[in-house]
Structure formats: structure tokens, C-alpha cells
């Protein structure tokens, strides 16, 4: 299967073309970068991949939660790809995508850094299968009102919000420092791979999870 994979939840922009001859990636930190990048690097990568967008069998892109201007430039660029070749989208959540990264335990607690002196939550599951599932609703909320300590032992703590606000460490104990990933990323490559439910261009939304939005 051909796919053409954005991430642009966060400041750490990622792209990638899967082919059959193999999984080609482009990423990069940088908070001004998308706008400058994500073109470019989409060419360049389809042209590795020896692909034609007409070769294309969908298109996956993390749909947040995230920062508004980022998420919705990935979010248009795939819109707008999709209407040119008549091409299926698959929206990942950027939560799941972190938490599907985990290789140390079967349950996360995705911490991410929603700025504005907030954190995006969620937790997530692995089956025996597997797949990753939520165990509840992604939400928005201040530092303080995260608390790890509630949290099973075996509970892998995954996202930079961990790194943003340390504080929420402060109580863990060095049994579990081998569960906690403060650096782990939303990437492309890995949203291609939990792709499920495709939508039209029309039905395309970013997930921000509260009303009041930053960049």
C-alpha cells in the first residue's frame, strides 16, 4: 500500500511515504518550520519513494489534539492533495499515536504540553492483539490537576508535557523511571500505521478538545 503520512500536531513537524520500497521520512523540531517544510519535503520524499500522487492509496494525517496554526496547515495540505487525486483521509489522534510508541508497558497516560499552562490527557491500552485503544476522552487541563500518583504502577507516562512541567515527577519513584518517555513525538510513520476510518476532505476536523486555541 502506497500512503502519503502528515504529523503536525506540535512543533515537531513529520512526513513520510511508505512504498514498496520502504518507509521514507522527513522530521524536524521547529515551532515556525511547517509552513517552510511540509511542501518541499512531500515532494522529495514522493520522488525517493518513486511514487506519483496518482499512485497514492490514502492519506493519513494526525488531527490533534495540537496547536491550532500547525494542525491546520498539515490538515489543509491533506484536504486539498485529497481533492486533487480523489484520495481517502485517515485522521489519527496525535495522543493515540504517542501512546502507540510505547514498548515497555501495555497502559499510557499521554501527558502533552497544550501550552497556555496546560496539558492534554489521555490514557490508552494495549490489547493482546496489539492495537491501542482509549480508555477515556481526551481533555484539557491545568498541571495541577494531574495526578500521577493515582495512576497504576505498570502505567508508562509518555509526552513532553512531562518536560514542561517536571513537578508532575516530583512524587514518582526510580522503580518507575524506566515507564516515564518525556521526549517521545507524534511521527508520521508511526500515524500510518494505526490509520483506521477514512473521511471525505469535507469531513476532515482537527481535534483541538477545548474551544480557546493557541498556536
Known sequence: MNILSIETSTDWCSVAVISAHGAFEREEVGAQIHSEVLWPWIQKLM???RLDYEQLDRLVVGNGPGGFTSLRMGLSL???????????????????????????????????????????????????????????KARVVSPEAVHLRDEPDDTALMGNGLR??????????????????????PRAV??????????TPWQLKAHYVRNQVTS
Open 190 to 199: 508511526c500515524a500510518a500505521a494505526l490509520a483506521q476510518d477514512a473521511v
Open 47 to 49: 520522488i525517493e519513494a
Open 78 to 136: 491533506v484536504q486539498g492533495i485529497a481533492l486533487a487525486h480523489t484520495l481517502p483521509i485517515y485522521p489519527v489522534s496525535s495522543l493515540l499515536n504517542v501512546a502507540s510508541q510505547c514498548t515497555v508497558a501495555k497502559r499510557v497516560m499521554v501527558i502533552m504540553d497544550a501550552r497556555m499552562g496546560e496539558v492534554y490527557t489521555q490514557r490508552f491500552e494495549c490489547s493482546s492483539s496489539g492495537s491501542w485503544a482509549a480508555l477515556d
Open 164 to 185: 514542561v512541567y517536571p513537578t508532575l515527577l516530583a512524587s514518582e519513584s526510580k522503580e518507575r523511571a524506566s515507564l516515564i518517555d518525556v521526549d517521545v513525538r
